[in-house]
């Protein structure tokens, strides 16, 4: 390590990463959350939030596409989409990219964020925040969605892993939150979230989420990537009361990335399929784990990686 | 970061991974390199050679099962082995685990090295040094296959990554060693072997091992997995002239997977049929590489990840 | 920063410094803290204690020279030393080189430091353990003073700074232990102290101790000195009830130098005058000070540097 | 160390300090120098060229009244001054408290680096690039004080140390050019400067650029202080062939402040005649030195702190 700037992100409490900034764009807090964006030489442009790196210029591409076309070409011809978080605005930029959407409501509690990005981070929203089958909302998602009866093709859940016990997340990873979110579903409508980061440590985060969303839902399945800027591996999952994924035979993926016209950079019909087989080890995991995180008990995860469920009691 | 110790360690010019050592078991210089073992929360005891990260115990078993199991799987009975590195034992014991194996040599460079494996890290090699099947000779692996025409059903090529221009491996990656290597593999051997990180910044490490790899094999196959104890991705390469490894249907893997008794930890049969597809960048960037390293001009890469070409002269 | 080992230490909560580790010695813990022994190029061996930097072979000279000697000199012939804490023995090698010494009693609470110190730091202690004049009690240095009427010409007191409310020095730093150590004082006996950090941050540290130990004593001197291996300036105080440190005339100090004939490596008398004249912001932040520490009140301080005065409840 | 920005700065190749970033004000390249400024908790504003901390805004008094004051006390009344370097105008601030100034010239070669400083350091500056007596040049100073006949009562060196063989401040630390400041001094005339950083590894740069000095003056002191925003102990050296100025009573310090109207935070007589007088390691490095730097062969200091001497080849 040089002379210079750095980010310090720690990734377990024994691991720690340190990020060279060339440049620092802006630093501050919003109503919710400190943020922080820097130029690196690898990576491009970096957003942080709070503790964690968000995501990068030059690979959001991967988390992104990752994240939301799995879910968007498992329907048919989805129309109607809502997204729960993705504040720097590449998740609806993705939505918008299935010519078949009509209406994409974009959710996140964080109006400062919101605007932050409109302005400093264009790589990420390339206009999309100014479609005009785009809405963005600044309330919170679970709020607005049980007092707004309208309903969905595909619903996806942008969040972060609900770390810490005082983490307000945490309230969007129970059974409750699932059976509103298919309550908002269209018949076949699927949905889609990132579902925490897998690691030694934190080796029950993913089980613990895949294990709640199969309450609610018929068909979960998990699947995983890789990204790049987090230097991780991070969990998925689909779920649907109408569609099993894994049931697609590749041909029909392939028609539809063809049909939309999406020239995906980093996702092909036949990676989609990997994607969705995991190690051995991950599947065991996910089949002994037996905590289902509630309203009553919502499940948070400690520095250390242990899995907890306890009331939430905001301060 | 609390107070105490940690190891530093620079996965680019930019980036840096700082891990807390609980205890320090050893640390040192053999003839060829610095060697540190320490024990951490999360990984358990961790092996560093000179900068990298080697190994570490808790999640050893998906590097080398990784690395293995593949290239064993696709022969029908291996009975003769040779690895090309893999000093502290774990792939050598992989091996051992087929049991049609009859002669497995190791050939590794570092005596000092291996003869710390065998004291200090007996979780890597567990006992697999003492098999009577077993050989290990401290040489340089290809002085030793250039004099000893023996040949072999599957021979694993086990080494670090060429980074930096004095790099003694980089005679390792040429289009003359995997020749030799090809003269040394039985009709319908299969070489496998680590084959470079992937990463933004080091993108092209596995398209050139790649791309130098095809020119002397007629089946030459990447895949890749998550190695926790790096943070990184990492590139492997089947190779042969006599079996296409993914043109193999799944139930070949099965069927050889239990005939052979293996309890896998990491892998299963769809497992690997899933890590042998890669994403369409990477894809790309195997297809639009060009270099081939050869011994009159042996590639290396930069610090930066720059693939570069030049003489080797040792100093 | 190279790749390899380092120790974290933080300063405050804002500033931390990394040293780099050549070989790691030893780490563990005792009864009462946790001990890292490590090898640096600059300093040599460096001892570390919990989170803080304790001595470095190479320049624990300067700090033991100036904890021990200015008070050593200003008596006339000290024949009897009480130490309290100091367990590396550098202070108590340093006690003795003055002649007329006939009895050093060290009394550090940590057994199990004291006998790592025995056999891993000879540096320090250079056999100051065996000599026939030393006695060295691994007890409550509290306790055993309050329990021993024996008296002192000197009484040096070696201990970390209260940092941390649960600190158990917290009670080695009030009123009352003062008013011990001077009933355990022979007439014209002084006391010296290692008497805090001098820092921005932790500016009223020293002026804290000043203010308290000024209670006691009809004559308390500070002065400050460097010392490297901390890159810190820290306190020590001079009291006496019988002798004024500042009062002496060179001629006295240099005069007893020569009798004694100390070859110091770092003061001399001149030096020793100079050390007692401090800037005037320091001077008028101890003036400043108001805050007295009492058995029922004990200061210590925040991480942040705050000074705080609560009772001492031990877990 | 908290997730977050740092500024890493190598303070030998071993230690390293991280200082924790509340905001990043400015960053960005002269023509000469990186530079760095962010608001830090505990130092406030902090100023970074290149690879060192300059200046820090809660204690950047210390290093300016002790660079500029007991040189502007030794002469009964400095009319002429001039500043070689000193871009951030805080030692030009210093200077001009003295009423008895007339002309205060500093000469700082970065001239981004003053326009820098003129906008965003008002906190070191205060206004006196605007006063009247102040005039600011861009230029080379060794050139400008060559070609610029012109004479002063006290000079003042406020130069970084040569680290580096590449360090264009070589050609500032050599006979020749203290020789020409001898005679750009009136008679009487004092230089002060700042004389090198003291410290284990780097300790003989302090001796070496007073063994330098010494070959051009008749009378060359030594003092040193601790600059808390570099964690580190300094030397400075006074010169003059006029005037001794360990010579003076206390009472001609004393007299001159108060007449003068000098309300000085760190400085008093008695402290700055203490910080004439130097432990006796450093004495004895200082009387064991034998190097001179020349034009010829000036010398510079590895980062390992090894003193050399090299023809300068500036790139």
Redesign the interface.
Known sequence: ?????????????????????E??LA??RTRFQ?Y?I?E????GKVLVL??DVQSAE??EY?YHETLVHPAMLSHPAPESVFIVGGGEGATLREVLRHPSVKRAVMCDIDDQLVEMARELLPEWHQGAFDDPRAQVITEDARAWLETHPDTYDVIIVDLNDPIGEDNPARMLFTVEFYELIKRRLNPGGVMAMQAGMI???HHRVHPVIHRTVREVFRYTRSYRN?I?EF???FGFILASDGVDPVAFSEGILETRIRERNLS?????A??I???L?????L?DAIQAEQMVSTDALPMYFTDE?EARQAPYRPE
Request: aromatic share 16%; no cysteine; net charge negative.
């Open positions: 390590m040089e002379y210079g700037m750095y980010f310090l992100e720690q990734v377990t409490p024994y691991e720690a990463i340190s990020r060279r900034m440049k620092v630093s501050g400190d922080f820097f690196t030489q690898a990576f709070d503790k030059r690979d991967i690691l030694l440590t890789y790049p230097f991780l591996n995906l950079r980093h996702l092909t036949p990676f399929e990997a994607m087989v995991l190690p051995k080890d599947q990686g």
